[in-house]
């Protein structure tokens, strides 16, 4: 199927050896698959790109070229996009940790929340998969309530 140009099939193939799916894992082979799958649209493999040169898997560490990633990403969502949570997730990760970009804890808060509503949507759908990403996503949120909190009304020391 990759080879007649179906670009899910390139994205799967990619899945297969970043994850070791039946094969080695392999992320040079990994990379060529997701980026003859982005380079045609496919916002998935964008984002799994950004992962790579988020973590230096084959190409170097780079998380400035991460973060432009998943912004691209981000910036192309389409109303019948699925993976909206995991692009906002990895949006919301770079502000929260100042990766690639510049720390932005608000902005990190918009981006997990937009996350969060969009796996209990995925959830809603039988994704079942997406359950400890919301988890994940609710307790980043809850940190981030508590950081701000925090710098409106400063602990009281007596």
């Known amino acids: 199927a990759d080879a007649c140009g179906n670009l899910i099939a390139s994205e799967n ?3 297969c050896y970043y ?3 039946d094969v080695e894992v392999d992320y040079k082979a990994a990379y060529h698959y997701f980026i ?3 380079l045609a ?3 998935e493999s964008m984002y799994k790109i950004g992962d790579m040169y988020a973590k230096g898997l084959y190409v170097n560490q780079d998380e400035g070229m991460a973060f432009t990633l998943y912004e691209r990403a981000y910036q192309n969502i389409d109303d019948g996009c699925d993976v909206v949570g995991d692009i906002c997730l990895r949006m919301g ?9 510049e720390r932005d804890i608000q902005t990190a808060l918009f981006f997990y929340q937009r996350s969060e509503l969009f796996y209990y949507t995925q959830l809603k ?3 079942f998969f997406k359950r400890k990403m919301l988890d994940g996503v609710i307790e980043k949120i809850e940190k981030i309530r508590e ?9 009281v020391v007596i």
């Open 93 to 101: 990760n770079c502000f929260y940790y100042g990766n690639g970009c």
């Open 147 to 155: 950081e701000l909190k925090n710098e409106i009304e400063p602990e």
């Open 41 to 43: 649209g496919r916002l």
């Open 19 to 21: 994850y070791g799916r």
């Open 13 to 15: 193939l990619g899945y």
């Open 36 to 38: 003859k799958s982005a």
């Open 125 to 127: 759908n039988g994704d």
